[in-house]
């Protein structure tokens, strides 16, 4: 076969490609390999309006060309070697209390290590209102959020075995491991400027329980039915509830008590001002217990109450134009209160009171009787009896209809 001059053979030409190819992602490669990673920041902590604070970051990979990264901010090292940095974190971060995202980068190349943080803390020690979800089945990893202040850079400390946890700036990761003793454990929680085992008035307890098992519980004493709402502490508050005297009958109460999950032990409490049989509940953003409406059967009640667990007592709070069925805390901190069977009413824990919704939100032409949930983002999702569903959505006031289940399955 004669080639034309000037054209190299096909097979010279792809393996050229391929070469060049091979080259081009060795090289890549290799760069990624020779990137920075970072192990850790000493020291990780300073107190809000320190002055510059002098660290050394630990880990492989440094070269004449890495720099310092704090919350987006470029700092050159004044010292370097292949495995620690020296940099200066000026006083300007210092201004409040805040976890700075630290990391190691490289100039040239761009790449850049794994995240560190360097926790600006309160000189207060840190103050726990509540601490969810307050226990882990065994063998698994849950999430806990703690609400409070002054928690940047907390650590837990657990009085048992077999519990360990990853923290991070807004949960933290808690580990439970197969073998973990069952039962309650105290929690500790400190940052640099003090220490806490209170979770709101109580100690801050996390309990193992087994996967699928039920334990026995004392009763509550007195009463039936009650409405039940878990505390900020972890803590089971139930309100009003029935009680049944044979030749008499059943009757509404207006008695509290409490639920401890550490102790397995009930404890009373402020009773109601009226007293209240299939009542709804929601705990308050505040630690507050808003309860409202149940009956006394004879007739529904629209009244509403507010627990204060500090006082162990209930101050009666605005009235709603039907009984209530069914009540959800939304994001924005007001409670939803479903009425009678497709209204709502908003309770807003500022100012009392509750304000009736517009009609055409959860009244809808031939929905029927509705039950709603809340759903992750904040909507609502309503479901009827007649199997049609919808959600609403606060944010633009709109009601949209879904496929029904049936519709689904077809």
């Not at 060309?65 to 050159?76: A, C, F, T």
């Not at 009640?301 to 009666?316: C, Y």
């Not at 606060?394 to 689904?408: K, M, N, V, W, Y």
Request: glycine share 10%; charged share 10%; net charge negative.
């Amino acid at each position: 076969m004669i080639r034309k001059p000037g054209f190299p053979p096909l097979c010279l030409t792809v393996c050229c490609f391929f070469t060049a190819v091979v080259f081009i992602l060795s090289n890549l490669l290799n760069a990624q390999s020779a990137g920075p990673t970072l192990q850790s920041i000493v020291p990780n902590s300073a107190p809000v309006g320190s002055e510059a604070v002098t660290v050394t970051l630990t880990g492989s990979g440094f070269t004449d060309s890495s720099i310092v990264v704090v919350q987006g901010q470029r700092l050159e090292p004044i010292s370097r070697t292949s495995t620690n940095l020296v940099v200066v974190i000026p006083s300007d971060f210092f201004t409040s209390s805040v976890s700075l995202n630290v990391y190691v980068a490289d100039s040239v190349t761009l790449m850049g290590s794994q995240l560190v943080y360097f926790y600006v803390y309160s000189p207060s020690p840190p103050k726990i209102t509540s601490m969810i979800p307050a226990g882990g089945l065994r063998g698994t990893t849950t999430f806990i959020t703690l609400t409070g202040t002054d928690l940047t850079g907390a650590t837990f400390t657990f009085s048992g075995t077999g519990v360990s946890v990853v923290p991070s700036r807004v949960q933290v990761e808690v580990t439970v491991a197969p073998d973990a003793p069952l039962g309650p454990q105290a929690v500790t929680i400190s940052t640099p400027s003090g220490s806490t085992n209170l979770c709101g008035l109580r100690q801050c307890m996390f309990t193992v329980v087994e996967n699928g098992s039920w334990s026995e519980l004392s009763a509550q004493p007195s009463a039936q039915g009650g409405t039940p709402i878990i505390l900020t502490d972890g803590r089971v508050l139930v309100a009003g509830g029935t009680s049944f005297t044979p030749g008499v009958g059943s009757r509404a109460l207006s008695t509290a008590q409490i639920f401890d999950p550490s102790t397995g032990q009930w404890s009373a409490t402020g009773s109601l001002n009226i007293a209240r049989a299939g009542a709804v509940g929601s705990l308050l953003p505040d630690g507050r217990v808003l309860v409202a409406g149940g009956g006394d059967f004879s007739t529904g009640l629209l009244t509403a109450e507010i627990f204060d667990p500090a006082s162990g007592t209930w101050s009666l709070t605005g009235s709603m134009t039907a009984t209530p069925s069914k009540a959800l805390m939304l994001p924005n901190g007001k409670v939803l209160v479903q009425v009678g069977h497709f209204a709502a009413e908003l309770f807003d824990p500022l100012t009392g009171r509750f304000q009736t919704l517009p009609a055409i939100a959860f009244q809808p032409a031939g929905i029927g009787d509705v039950r709603m949930e809340l759903l992750s983002d904040g909507r609502i999702f309503l479901v009827a009896r007649s199997g049609e569903i919808r959600v609403y959505d606060f944010a633009t006031g709109t009601l949209s209809t879904l496929p029904s289940r049936g519709e689904a399955d077809a």
